[in-house]
């Protein structure tokens, strides 16, 4: 390492600025906004506007509660669901392992329109594959899109069929990193394969367990596309509105840019929580 | 012996009577999508089961451009990915390499500031970055809007300082012993070490600007302006509208990236698992 402050700042200028302007900026100046009225010309700074109105808005803790229910339910299902696609990849009793890794992983790539185009005609009440395919095995057609637990349900599974595979990558990569011996050393004392899968696996693992966690915790929470597009603009009647979705329309539809900006600081202290929550879990121990 | 190798087969059938039903679930989406698009809207919205594709999908294909200028939407949403990419990937490994390689003042506070705001959500930004770029520098519906500010992503920077920071050091002590300059060991020393990384950290980004939605969605909201997931999605919810032509552009969305993944695969998963090793 040299010690050369003109050199490094060079190579680091250009991203810095950017980084400033269109990051560091915008977070002081989005805490800045939430507490101006935004709907006077000149903005006032007005501290409990927005954030007086957001502690009384029935409409606001419907978005954070259906957001905080997407997360607990659809999280550790998700989470649950990556650990036995990497698990069973990992297995070396395995045939035609490219296959199952394309069909696990291939969603990784497919953008949220796309999939979210196909998962709306999917599960459409009488021309979607999905319920014919109930029906023809004799149970029920659902109707996903007026009712709102299962239109809850129809947007837990788009996230998760599109980000399972996601977390699926980051924990066989984890698991590679395991040492071998570690294993060899178990099957030589007679330990059996699930026992090496609580006792060594899932500690050694655990960074990366929470890592994901955390990841998919802070993208649930910003959830939008999926109730954009699939359950239409979060219907039924708000069913399935989000934080994300919440912050869209006070902000660009109705141009109300404090009160958006007081939703996204909840959404960033959330994130803030979660985080501070994960260096504690993964902290050393003494 | 054979006990253990009867048990092996056992449970290796097991394993695949389990994962092959998930695996087909998991593809069904994406088949349906390649069958959809290649369905007439009549055959969509029928009452019989479906499961192979048609012939359709060049009638799909016009009567989507008749709904959206989609080729136009292409067309500036591959220009913007690259142009985005190659900058990005420039940046972001110009600043990995000054934050590995050199010791200078202030570089405690810039890390500090990188690591400790990463976590923060994306929507926190958002609005700042709307007001910023439409209201006070006029730059709505330009390329200039849908590249530059995306290019704050600071994963890049990261990951760019591990790569450079595990390479030995007498690699470039020994160039500056000749007298080179730091810009072209830069260029000519570390960059070609750190291909793999940069082809990772490259398809990763790509991906991004390619499916990125929401920004391009507030930002260019005018229809010449549009990037391709964006012109999609105004079909999405309209009454009169093509279905089939919604899903011939979700294939020509999706088909090209699942054609990369699966010929760069190995640095599609690496960049993705690099977001780990932090």
Redesign the interface.
Known sequence: MRNRNATAYRFLTPYLLIFAIFWVWPIISSFIISFQATRTVPWRFAPSFNWGRLIGDPAFFNALKNTLLILVIQVPVMIALAMVMAVLLNSPLLKARGLYRFAFFAPVVVGEVAYSAVFRLMFSLDFGIVNKLLNSIGLPKIDWFSNVTPAMALIMIAVTWRWAGYNAIILLAGMQSIPEDVYEAATLDRVSKLKQFFYITLPLLKPVIVFCLVLSIIGTMQLFTEPFLITERGGPGGGTETLGLLLYRQGFRSLNFGYASAVAYTMAGLAIAITLLQLWLTREKQ | MSSLSSA?LR??IA??L??TP???I??F??W??VV?STMPDNG????G?E?LPHGNFVDNFNNLQRDTNFVGAIGISVSVAVTYTFLSVL??S??G???A?????G?GV?VA??FG?I??????????????VARDFQLANTWVALI?????N?LG?LFMRQSFSMMPDDLFDAARVEGVK??RI?VFVALPLARPMLAALAIILF?AS??N??WPL?INSQPGAMTA??A??TL??LTKVS?GG??A???M??VP??I???LL?RH??AG??A???K
């Not at chain 2, 530059?148 to 704050?152: C, K």
């Open positions: 092996r449970r290796s394993l695949h389990f994962l998930l695996a087909l998991w593809l989406p994406l349906m999508m959809f969509i919205f029928s009452p089961i499961l940046l972001t110009m600043a390499w000054a934050l390689r050199y010791q200078f003042f570089k810039v500031i990188i705001t976590t923060l959500p994306y929507a926190v930004v958002l609005i700042p970055q709307f007001i910023m530059v500010p995306p290019l704050f600071s920077v730091e810009w830069f991906l390619w499916n939605y929401l507030l997931p964006v999609l999605g999405i919810g279905w919604i899903m552009g979700a294939v969305l999706t990236m699942l990369v993944f699966v695969q599609f998963i993705i698992a977001g780990a090793v």
